[in-house]
């Protein structure tokens, strides 16, 4: 009898202990564990505290206890206030450091929000982003615009940069930003492209940001729209329009190079989400409790989905958006730049190694074998340097007349 019941136990713990185990590998950081997370991350510039002082980021959670949202928020705006209300101090008598002191506010005021402004709190931390982002903005040089291009009764807010002095019409690259970063942040990013003569429009993806629509099966209209608004400028090349994503924005420059190949002459796309990203066993499996993700993957996904309210409806509404189960996958596409990290385990290589098999012309990939999410790789290749070495590259020379 006892070595029966020895039996059972053994075969118990065969059986719940991988279970047990996954489920606490799935697990969300504890409060605790997200401060100490997120100032190493601010210590070795890794998303997303990348231009974060780590100091900045210690103080702020001198005062956040709890996970609560609206707590956190508070903690991030006491210090981003400090460094904006500065800036106001000094735009005329030190506009240099006024500058500085605007960034760095932003900055911190984005975290302050992030991933999402899921709470009265969080949503005055991203209004206060985007108020020290605007007040950076007036530093530009070439200046920023920032345009309203109505659509369906709403309208698409973006940023728009032209390179100085230009002889014509110019190219332009349309970036679309991920899940919880901002037009913001690319719009930082691509000031590296001014002086090669091409411009940008930095613009929030469905979902997202300032986005007047949700993700659905057609938000994609909302990018036709842009598209539609560059090629209307006479500063710009009609003839000459690219397109940038990362990650859920990378989606959507796979999926223009497909529906709008006819209007962009290539597309860049960092880790694109294709089709196993969107069935139940990677949402059940990989993104709950990611921890390549600082926190709350799910939520956040879940906020930019139209019509999805709990995990149940967003497991059935994911596998509509692959491209797969679209049918669009196959079809004649404009040229990409694939970037993938093997390593990533918020979007699985898989669906790039489809999507490079895919199509009707040759593509371009940057494979990271050590890389994770965007093909990152912390301290080798970070995200700014990705950036000037593969991606600008690339669309620089997609971009020629």
Same mark, same amino acid.
């Given at each position: 009898?006892?070595?029966?019941?020895?039996?059972?136990?053994?075969?118990?713990?065969?059986?719940?202990?991988? *279970?047990?185990?996954?489920?606490?590998?799935?697990?969300?950081?504890?409060?605790?564990?997200?401060?100490?997370?997120?100032?190493?991350?601010?210590?070795? $510039?890794?998303?997303?505290?990348? $231009?974060?002082?780590?100091?900045?980021?210690?103080?702020?959670?001198?005062?956040?206890?709890?996970?609560?949202?609206?707590?956190?928020? *508070?903690?991030?705006?006491?210090?981003?206030?400090?460094?904006?209300?500065?800036?106001?101090?000094?735009?005329?008598?030190?506009?240099?450091?006024?500058?500085?002191?605007?960034?760095?506010?932003?900055?911190?005021?984005?975290?302050?929000?992030?991933?999402?402004?899921?709470?009265?709190?969080k949503q005055r931390s991203y209004e206060k982003a985007l108020e020290a982002f605007l007040d950076h903005a007036k530093?530009?040089?070439?200046?920023?615009?920032?345009?309203?291009?109505?659509?369906? $009764?709403?309208?698409?807010?973006?940023?728009?940069?032209?390179?100085?002095?230009?002889?014509?019409?110019?190219?332009?690259?349309?970036?679309?930003?991920?899940?919880?970063?901002?037009?913001?942040?690319?719009?930082?990013?691509?000031?590296?492209?001014?002086?090669?003569?091409?411009?940008?429009?930095?613009?929030?993806?469905?979902?997202?940001?300032? *986005?007047?629509?949700?993700?659905?099966?057609?938000?994609?209209?909302?990018?036709?729209?842009?598209?539609?608004?560059?090629?209307?400028?006479?500063?710009?090349?009609?003839?000459?329009?690219?397109?940038?994503?990362?990650?859920?924005?990378?989606?959507?420059?796979?999926?223009?190079?497909?529906?709008?190949? $006819?209007?962009?002459?290539?597309?860049?796309?960092?880790?694109?989400?294709?089709?196993?990203?969107?069935?139940?066993?990677?949402?059940?499996?990989?993104?709950?409790?990611?921890?390549?993700?600082?926190?709350?993957?799910?939520?956040?996904?879940?906020?930019?989905?139209?019509?999805?309210?709990?995990?149940?409806?967003?497991?059935?509404?994911?596998?509509?958006?692959?491209?797969?189960?679209?049918?669009?996958?196959?079809?004649?596409?404009?040229?990409m730049l694939v970037i993938a990290g093997v390593l990533d385990t918020q979007v699985p290589i898989a669906d790039e190694?489809?999507?490079?098999?895919?199509g009707d012309v040759p593509k371009a990939a940057w494979v990271n074998p050590r890389g994770g999410h965007l093909g990152?790789?912390?301290?080798?290749?970070?995200?700014?340097?990705?950036?000037?070495?593969?991606?600008?590259?690339?669309?620089?020379?997609?971009?020629?007349?």
């Amino acid at each position: 009898m006892e070595k029966q019941l020895q039996v059972v136990v053994l075969l118990a713990v065969t059986f719940i202990f991988p *279970a047990f185990v996954a489920a606490q590998q799935r697990r969300e950081r504890t409060i605790e564990e997200i401060k100490v997370e997120a100032i190493h991350r601010a210590e070795v $510039g890794q998303y997303p505290l990348i $231009g974060l002082d780590p100091a900045d980021v210690e103080d702020a959670f001198k005062t956040i206890h709890t996970s609560d949202k609206d707590e956190w928020a *508070a903690g991030f705006m006491r210090v981003g206030d400090k460094y904006f209300n500065e800036a106001k101090t000094l735009e005329k008598s030190d506009p240099a450091k006024a500058n500085a002191d605007y960034i760095r506010a932003w900055r911190i005021y984005s975290f302050g929000r992030w991933p999402i402004p899921a709470s009265p709190g969080k949503q005055r931390s991203y209004e206060k982003a985007l108020e020290a982002f605007l007040d950076h903005a007036k530093f530009m040089d070439p200046p920023l615009e920032v345009v309203h291009i109505p659509f369906e $009764g709403k309208e698409i807010i973006g940023y728009l940069r032209l390179p100085k002095n230009a002889h014509g019409p110019v190219p332009l690259v349309i970036a679309v930003n991920g899940l919880d970063s901002r037009k913001e942040d690319l719009t930082e990013s691509f000031s590296g492209i001014l002086p090669f003569g091409i411009g940008y429009l930095a613009v929030d993806g469905p979902g997202t940001g300032q *986005a007047p629509i949700k993700v659905s099966e057609n938000a994609d209209r909302m990018l036709s729209k842009v598209i539609d608004y560059a090629q209307s400028r006479p500063e710009i090349d009609r003839n000459r329009i690219a397109m940038h994503g990362v990650s859920w924005g990378a989606y959507w420059a796979t999926k223009m190079a497909i529906v709008e190949r $006819g209007r962009l002459r290539g597309t860049s796309a960092q880790s694109p989400p294709i089709d196993e990203f969107f069935q139940k066993d990677f949402l059940m499996n990989s993104l709950l409790g990611n921890r390549e993700y600082l926190f709350d993957q799910v939520p956040a996904l879940m906020n930019i989905l139209e019509g999805v309210n709990n995990l149940d409806e967003m497991a059935a509404y994911l596998p509509k958006m692959s491209l797969v189960h679209q049918g669009l996958l196959g079809k004649p596409m404009a040229p990409m730049l694939v970037i993938a990290g093997v390593l990533d385990t918020q979007v699985p290589i898989a669906d790039e190694y489809l999507l490079l098999s895919k199509g009707d012309v040759p593509k371009a990939a940057w494979v990271n074998p050590r890389g994770g999410h965007l093909g990152r790789q912390v301290g080798v290749w970070p995200d700014p340097l990705i950036f000037k070495q593969v991606i600008i590259p690339w669309l620089v020379k997609t971009l020629e007349p």
